[in-house]
């Protein structure tokens, strides 16, 4: 009950490279069984920009699963762009979760933008101004949201799709001093607490792609100029490791 | 008390140090731009850009808008345009 499950985020489409991506994803029905998007799919956070990547990633022999990352919300059009998407046939997680059959198995996938914060003793608190309380409180709403939400899942096979990050593994290679805003331990612990078989994330084009959680799960930075590839490609649960 | 402003006031603006920021700061708010990831150092009169973009157009952006925030300063674009490869092998997790 193997699933192959595909993942890129950072695309940052825009006019200037319009259908440049396309040709990569050709054949991935033959490499993978969905495609996750982690996020900054456009640069500016335009409708325009979200229409090309509706036109880019539309239309797939296999299911796309998408969330939007910061860029994406940078011209207040997130609601616009996330409905182009899913006019596309694109699937838009926004702190909740999906069920997509896969052969003989059931992947559940759960997750949004996610948000930062920092990471567990070197990060910030829901403490002093409002704005300071808001800035965490968002992080931990969102964490609260994918708790509730890989709790009720029943399935074979469980990934949460992030834009942030929920460790500093993968962030390996970005200034440190910038950590707090790659992501945040919330995530993490969340996700720890009902488990999973992947987290896969964006947003540290610097970083390094493989980290894993407190608790075991693994973790995967997707972002492109991280991979340097158009996706990358995950099997999961195998009966034999071999046969993936 | 002299009503001349000291003299200190416009170097300490213009030090390596605030040049950068306020550089690495126009790569992430000018909409040519909205590059948060590249790196901006100072050493003399030299600025070096690094750091990664998706195409050459936005390299070149990256650029324009460094000299436009750094007047006086000489700028290496040493920024990359990510090249995207077919998919690789896959991991088994």
Redo the contacts between chains.
Sequence with gaps: MKVRVAAVGDVHLGEDIRGRYRPRLEGIEQRADVLLLAGDLTRHGTPEEGRIVAEEFRDLRVPVVAVLGNHDYQSDAEDEIIALLRDAGIHVLEDDSMVIPCGEARLGVVGGKGFCGGFAGKCASEFGEPEMKAFVRHTREIADLWHKALKGLDVDHRVVLSHYSPVKDTLAGEPPEIYPFLGSYLLAEAVDAEGADLFVHGHAHAGVEKGVTPGGVRVRNVALPVLRRAYAVYCLGGEDPESC | MSHEAPHSVASHHDAPHYVAARVQRALAED?RT?EL?IRVDIRGDQLFLR??V??A??RAHVAAVAVENAPGLTVHNEVTV???????E????
């Design positions: 909409e909205y990831g750091g990664q998706e195409g157009e936005r990510v090249e995207v490869r077919e998919p690789g896959e991991e088994t997790l």
